[in-house]
């Protein structure tokens, strides 16, 4: 869609033709040239090597014929020079898993331990829920969870390659989880969402984007991120995560769940650039301790968008 050398503002006048819309609203959100010209570059591929099966060593050693660069804030992550890594017999063994660099933030900052009870929320297709069972080196439980039968399928079967023995899958709405209050060590929820991150891996991102499902989406964010809180223990950690970056989706879910419960907001110190969160936004003002959320653009670190919280009870 979108040739090699485009410039920004050629970027900027193909993005009105394809979505007047979204680019009215995200032009308010971060106007930079990098923005657009980083939006749409194509995804660097990245993995995360799978410790529950493999040394670390060893895997970098088996793909000495990649050009391989570490991921600053994954030490089992690396960005890769490759293409069709799904058909390597590193993959279809388990011993890595080809997922995006933002998103190995969540598991990095939960501080999950052996022998814990943990919560993925909506864990299909398992990247996440795969690096929490190999932080907890197989030990203890994680409840894996997801809404449709689909996605569960596809659960299942990372889960089952990459040698995961403590997940126990269910599929429920994610809200069926307030009835167990006060009950996981910790809680991941990587929340349904408009995706506008991922643009730079799917332009139907950009097409299909509408502001009447950013809306729909922050309603039941809101509704979700209460349930993975009230099924939090005091003193445990809750990562909410999106791959969009609309304050709707973001920062105003955090400042609903900072103005109905007694959550605190913890900053995350990990080597990665961001921005500066979101306080003030269509008129209506957050929680200043958003500040210490993670913000994340596609320039900041050549990556997909991304927002990340971590919650103490």
């Not at 709405?173 to 991922?198: E, H, Q």
């Not at 950013?214 to 039941?220: E, F, P, Q, T």
Request: aromatic share 8%; hydrophobic share 40%.
């Amino acid at each position: 869609m979108f040739e090699e050398g485009i410039d920004a503002n050629e970027i900027r006048e193909v993005m009105k033709q394809i979505n007047p819309d979204f680019y009215k609203r995200y032009s308010t959100i971060d106007d930079a040239d990098e923005f657009y010209e980083y939006t749409v570059k194509p995804l660097r591929m990245s993995i995360r090597i799978n410790t529950l099966k493999v040394d670390v060593r060893d895997v970098v050693e088996r793909l000495s014929e990649y050009k391989l660069e570490k991921v600053p804030w994954c030490k089992e992550g690396f960005f890769i020079d490759a293409e069709n890594l799904g058909n390597t017999i590193e993959h279809q063994l388990g011993l890595i898993f080809v997922q995006e660099a933002s998103s190995m933030i969540p598991a990095v900052v939960m501080e999950v331990e052996p022998e814990m009870l943990v919560l993925d929320m909506a864990a299909s297709p398992g990247a996440k829920t795969t690096q929490i069972a190999q932080y907890m080196e197989n030990e203890g439980c994680v409840v894996a969870n997801d809404v449709k039968v689909g996605r569960i399928n596809i659960l299942i079967s990372n889960l089952q390659r990459c040698g995961v023995l403590i997940a126990k899958v269910t599929m429920k709405d994610g809200r069926f989880f307030k009835r167990y209050p006060n009950t996981f060590d910790a809680v991941l929820l990587d929340a349904p969402c408009s995706n506008i991150g991922m643009i730079r891996k799917n332009f139907k991102y950009l097409k299909l984007w509408r502001y009447r499902n950013v809306v729909g989406h922050s309603k039941l964010q809101k509704s979700l991120i209460l349930a993975a809180y009230t099924a939090l223990k005091p003193g445990g950690i809750l990562v909410y995560s999106t791959c969009t970056l609309d304050p709707l989706e973001n920062e105003e879910v955090i400042d609903y769940l900072l103005s109905n419960t007694d959550a605190k907001i913890e900053r995350i110190k990990l080597n990665v650039k961001s921005q500066k969160p979101i306080l003030e936004f269509d008129g209506k003002e957050y929680n200043e301790e958003i500040r210490k959320c993670l913000r994340i653009h596609p320039q900041d670190n050549d990556t997909e968008g991304f927002f990340v919280a971590k919650i103490v009870k």
